[in-house]
């Protein structure tokens, strides 16, 4: 495996100061981006960026896979084992992170990789053709506001957790970052603040985006990721009404077979928005370190299998102590599937005491069971939703996202914990005096 040599550059967010960076894990074709200082002068040129940003976000470092591994490290006790000899998965999975964590830090960096280049691509957007415009604003303000919304989760509190008027969170910057000087440095903005960001951008994004777009983000997708940030709120009709408006799109259908949405080098019919691994991007970290053929540095523990039915068609995806889920390497990482907006819209629906869109909790609790190869229930309460949930989607990042929002703990580690909160990484507040460092690491 390689892992990105991350540079030193003087910056305000850990964007390195540079519109598109290349280095020996990705290189992007010249077709396909736009390097720095090269003007974004035609149509042309802010459409090629903006695939730029999609390859992006499919680095390893984002949704390639440590998004996903680390969160799920960092939200696990006794179900999985970190036995690799990688220091830094090490510290997540001991929940013992040291400020210098190069994961940690270039998680950071590559995550607002994304959004300069979005705020390049909507900077530019009045230079795209009339008849993309919409399109290419609706997918750049998706991309975004998705990624603000991974930050703000791994780098700020819980949005239940204290106040989130006051509690900080990651800094909004909503223009392109060029040359950086001392006076431009920006501070972290609150999480409310960032929330507020996230909710605007996705809301125009799906407004602006159309129902079909092949594999890149469409307003399904938007309306999928507003349903996440609406239950980090507790905003559960909000969160209901999303998810069954994709449910109802008529765009998606389950997978035959839980192992079938796994492990495919095309969308599978429940992908609402998904990565694409390619032999050019090389780098698949859900691979590389649940998957036997890999390192397989994550081991599934007796814990996890013990929560399962006997009868549970998911118990397949498990083989002698580690998962399958992500055995091929060039493969699609899903990151919205269908199955999770059943699963919301049934957690919605009990926790207002309604049937929202018309379906009952237990109706669709018992599409997701039916799948699984499991009987109906007649009954649901709220905790056999959310360990279906868990069940559904796990090794998928959605874990430690959950249990704070629930209030949830890991363990003997409530969700408030300062320790279930990255550290602003120490290079980036080298650079930029601006940036506090969250309570519990050095210097906060």
């Known amino acids: 495996m390689k892992r990105k040599n991350i540079k030193s550059y003087a910056v305000i967010i850990g964007l390195a100061g540079l519109l598109f960076s290349c280095d020996d894990q990705l290189d992007i074709d010249p077709q396909q981006s736009v390097e720095t200082g090269q003007a974004l002068a035609t149509s042309s040129d802010v459409e090629a960026a903006l695939v730029g940003a999609y390859d992006a976000a499919g680095d390893a ?12 490290l960092l939200g696990n006790d006794d179900d999985i084992a970190f036995v690799g000899t990688f220091a830094q998965p090490e510290e997540v999975y001991q929940k013992a992170i040291l400020e210098n964590n190069s994961f940690v830090a270039a998680t950071w960096l590559d995550s ?3 959004i300069n280049i979005a705020n390049s691509v909507l900077a530019n957007i009045d230079k795209v053709d009339a008849a993309k415009k919409t399109r290419v604003e609706g997918e750049a303000k ?6 603000y919304f991974e930050l703000v989760k791994l780098y700020g509190k819980a949005y239940v957790d204290g106040n989130p008027a006051t509690n900080p969170g990651v800094p909004i910057v909503l223009t392109p970052t060029g040359l950086i000087t001392e006076t431009s440095f920006v501070s972290r903005n609150s999480v409310a603040e960032v929330y ?4 605007k951008d996705l809301t125009e994004a799906e407004t602006l985006l159309p129902s079909t777009n092949g594999f890149f983000a469409t307003k399904w997708a938007a309306a999928g990721m507003l349903s996440r940030v609406y239950l980090q709120q507790e905003k559960y009709q909000e969160a209901g009404e999303a998810a069954d408006r994709v449910i109802k799109s008529g765009r998606y259908r389950l997978a035959d077979s839980y192992a079938q949405a796994f492990n495919n080098t095309s969308n599978s019919p429940e992908d609402i928005f998904a990565i694409q691994v390619t032999s050019q991007d090389g780098i698949n970290e859900l691979n590389t370190y649940y998957s036997q ?5 994550i081991e599934i523990q007796d814990q996890l299998i013990d929560q399962y039915d006997p009868e549970d068609e998911r118990l397949n995806i498990y083989e002698d102590g580690y998962t399958n889920k992500f055995d091929e390497q060039f493969a699609v990482i899903p990151i919205l599937r269908l199955a999770e907006m059943y699963l919301t819209r049934a957690e919605a629906s009990l926790r207002t005491g309604t049937n929202i869109g018309g379906v009952s909790a237990v109706a669709d609790i018992n599409t997701i069971r039916e ?12 905790a056999q939703v959310l360990q279906e949930r868990k069940l559904e989607l796990i090794f998928e990042g959605q874990l430690l996202a959950d249990i704070k929002r629930t209030k949830g703990t890991i363990g003997d580690t409530p969700y408030s914990a300062n320790n279930l909160v990255f550290p602003i990484p120490q290079r980036e507040r080298d650079a930029n005096t601006n940036l506090t460092q969250n309570p519990g690491y050095l210097g906060g």
Do not use: E, H, K
């Open 371 to 382: 799948r699984a190869g499991l009987g109906p229930v007649t009954t649901v309460t709220l």
């Open 112 to 114: 607002y990789r994304v």
């Open 293 to 297: 053929l890999q390192r397989a540095d």
């Open 196 to 199: 507020a960001q996230i909710l």
């Open 142 to 147: 998706f991309l975004r506001g998705t990624m």
């Open 61 to 72: 470092d984002v949704y390639g896979g440590d998004i996903q591994f680390l969160s799920d």
